[in-house]
């Protein structure tokens, strides 16, 4: 069973990520990722980019389930924070 430390470790592994947070209860885990990769990327490209970079701990159920709650641009992060 993973942490929220390991997952977000193996996103940031896989992704050159600007801001990135990730909570959950070692089943379900729940991220906001934010990077420059998902420049010109659809919403559903870029969630399929995250699942990609953890597909091993996915297949191995390590990690049971990830919800993207975001998944920006840094200036799409920066806009919003306004």
């Known amino acids: 069973m ?3 430390e390991q997952v977000k470790q193996y996103i940031a592994a ?3 990520c600007t801001h990135l947070e990730v909570e959950g209860d ?3 885990f729940y991220a ?3 990077s420059e990769a998902f420049a010109g990327k659809r919403l559903i490209d870029r969630h399929r980019l ?3 970079v953890i597909k091993e701990q996915l297949q191995s159920n ?3 389930a990830l919800s993207i ?3 920006q641009t840094p200036d799409e ?3 919003q924070q306004g």
């Open 14 to 16: 896989g992704l050159d």
């Open 50 to 52: 995250v699942k990609e």
């Open 62 to 64: 390590e990690i049971h």
């Open 2 to 4: 993973a942490t929220t």
């Open 26 to 28: 070692g089943h379900h």
């Open 32 to 34: 906001v990722v934010v």
């Open 77 to 79: 992060w920066a806009k």
């Open 69 to 71: 709650v975001k998944a």
